[in-house]
């Protein structure tokens, strides 16, 4: 019973912080310790499953970037996300970095969530290991991606799980997309 309570919780809480009817605020970084990148293919970050993410590798091919959650109600989002994947591998590449700053929604270890994703969206595409995208211990790819002053294009404010930053081949970042807006959706394959 107890644990119907904190799920029910954790999904309402999902979904009033997604469509803004509670305030919340965000920023982002990675789990580079470089907090002077001037490009995105400055960054290197831990992957889920051990090693590192280098950003540079990925130059000639957009890069969508999201922050994800294993216990939300955008969750099945993942699905999407590897769809989009499957179908623009050639010239897009997701990362997505799992957080715990909303409503407590990642609580699992990089094992867990490695796992979950796997498991119930046969996840493929490169995952970080988990990060903050908000406080004092924002990781440092997504204080660049949330800060015009470091980006060169604009400010975004997180404000929940599965938002999404799309950068194009060149790494200047196109457009920040938040939860609400799916990965197959036009918004963002017009973009690609």
Do not use: R
Request: aromatic share 10%; glycine share 8%; hydrophobic share 35%.
């Amino acid at each position: 019973m107890i644990k119907l309570l904190a799920v029910s919780a954790a999904f309402i809480s999902c979904t009033l912080l997604a469509n803004n009817h509670i305030p919340a605020t965000a920023t982002g970084s990675s789990v580079n310790t470089n907090t002077t990148a001037k490009s995105i293919y400055d960054f290197k970050v831990e992957g889920l499953e051990g090693g590192s993410i280098d950003f540079s590798k990925f130059k000639g091919k957009k890069i969508l970037i999201v922050n994800t959650a294993s216990k939300c109600g955008y969750t099945p989002q993942y699905e999407g996300l590897q769809k989009l994947y499957d179908t623009y591998k050639d010239k897009l590449v997701i990362v997505g970095f799992p957080a715990n700053n909303f409503g407590g929604q990642e609580p699992g270890t990089n094992s867990e969530i490695k796992e979950f994703c796997k498991k119930n969206y046969g996840v493929t595409f490169p995952m970080a290991a988990k990060v903050s995208v908000k406080g004092d211990d924002t990781a440092p790819i997504f204080k660049w991606l949330c800060n015009k002053g470091e980006n060169g294009v604009l400010d975004a404010e997180i404000k929940w799980n599965f938002g999404k930053f799309l950068l194009d081949e060149k790494g200047n970042l196109i457009q920040y997309f938040p939860s609400k807006v799916e990965p197959m959706s036009e918004e963002i394959t017009s973009k690609l």
